[in-house]
């Protein structure tokens, strides 16, 4: 005999959290939650100051570029120069050695800074994900180097050392740990669960909310943990264990950075008392095979 039967229901369950098990799981989570934004910021960080440095190191290796190729046709020149005066009896073979040796020097110094610059240039083009030589076109002029600021509001030491990304993820790791030590702990007490179900059955479709049809459930449920102490115990070792690890790993972390935040605050204090040289007299770098004399007598009649 076949027949049709028609049922609906809605179960719901709410935990009972006497001793805090969900409470702390939920605390960990959060707390694993922020120490993976902190990583993310330190990885931004270091990505922004590696940036920040090729690009510093890219205008810096131009600018030697370019004096390096202004001072090529100077030594050719100089080059010349000491011929022309070993031609005359002035100049002897050495400053004529030396003049070479000179100009040989500054050629060699151009590859090399070529080199460096192209080498700059790709690993910014990294960092910014770009394509080897993307940014060729935008970076391959000189450019003057931007101004640094000649004070920076440093603050206190030690909020600089708690502004820091893996100070912050290490604390939120300590913190991980410790709530997972507290869920641990409240694994050895009892759950207690409210259960609750309503439903409705019928064999007619038009008799299925009826009030005959209903069906209604609520009622606790204990879950005790009896035989699972060494287990229990186990996972309370292990937990505290990496509880102890996260605070030796948090104290590291803290000692380090407090270290770095001193050595780079004595280092700016250090280069705020430093007086600036004062300008003296411009002094024409005499070329190689001159007399040391004519260079005396020029700087005496400047001074």
Known sequence: MEY????????????????????????????????????????????????????????????????????????????????????????????????????????????????????????????????????????NRFQILPRAPRKIPVGLPGTLVRRRPDVREAEARLHEATAQTGVAVASFYPDMTLNGAASVESLHLSNLFSPASGAFAVGPSISIPIFEGGRLSGALALRESRQREAAIFFQKTVLRAWKEVDDALTAYREAQRSVPILPGPSLKIRPLGEPLGNVTRRVRSTS
């Not at 030396?98 to 050629?107: H, L, N």
């Open 4 to 139: 049709a039967l028609f049922r609906d229901g809605l179960t719901s369950s709410w935990q009972l959290d006497l001793f805090g098990r969900v409470r702390r799981a939920v605390e960990a989570a959060d707390a694993n939650a922020l120490a993976a934004v902190e990583n993310r910021h330190g990885v931004a960080l270091v990505a922004l100051a590696e940036l920040a440095q090729s690009y510093m190191q890219l205008r810096g290796t131009q600018k030697r570029f370019e004096i390096a190729k202004r001072n090529l046709p100077l030594a050719e020149q100089n080059v010349d120069l000491v011929n022309e005066r070993l031609g005359g009896g002035i100049a002897t073979t050495l400053d004529l050695a030396k003049a070479r040796a000179q100009q040989a020097t500054i050629a060699a110094t151009l590859p090399p800074l070529r080199t460096r610059e192209a080498e700059l240039i790709n690993a910014i083009g990294l960092l910014l994900g770009d394509a080897p030589r993307a940014l060729e076109a935008d970076l």
